[in-house]
């Protein structure tokens, strides 16, 4: 049961961490370089973007090392952040930007909110004013929306064209 929760605690701190990453690094100044690639378009099938994930497997290997030499727990926790990476793999990489050969669009629900949120967060030109930096937890769309309106960067519902 012990080992479970720090997996459970280990997926829930991995997407604070993944949103902070997100937002201020992969959105910042310092990690624009890799991640401009996902907000390109492109038809190959690896972005430099994919790079942060190879940076966090490795980061989860040497997890491994340290939990199965030294100290257990780090185990566990590699555990976890291994199943959050294939939770982002899943939900990121494979509904939302469909990098799979089939394709799928939900139509509601959980899926449906998570798929819109990050596709307003693509919405915006370049690393300014995007919304929804998390990969398994997404805010209302409503909200996203309205704040986009705010920003400028999406028309009032009045000023869009039929």
């Not at 491994?64 to 257990?72: D, K």
């Not at 939770?87 to 799979?100: E, S, T």
């Amino acid at each position: 049961m012990t080992q479970f929760l720090i997996v459970l605690m280990t997926v829930a701190a991995m997407e604070l961490t993944a949103y902070s990453v997100h937002r201020w690094i992969m959105h910042g100044p310092l990690g624009w370089g890799w991640h401009k690639s996902h907000h390109e378009d492109h038809d190959h099938a690896f972005e430099r973007n994919d790079l942060y994930g190879l940076v966090f497997s490795l980061i989860a290997g040497a997890l491994f090392v340290a939990g199965s030499l030294w100290v257990p727990v780090l185990w566990w926790v590699a555990v976890g952040m291994t199943v959050y990476g294939a939770i982002y793999f899943i939900l990121h990489d494979g509904l939302v930007h469909q990098r799979w050969p089939f394709r799928y669009v939900p139509r509601r629900g959980y899926f449906r909110r998570l798929y819109q949120a990050h596709r307003l967060h693509h919405a915006v030109e370049g690393r300014e004013h995007c919304v929804s930096f998390g990969f398994i937890y997404a805010p209302p769309v409503d909200h996203l929306k309205q704040r986009l309106k705010q920003s400028g960067v999406l028309k009032p519902d009045s000023e869009r064209q039929p």
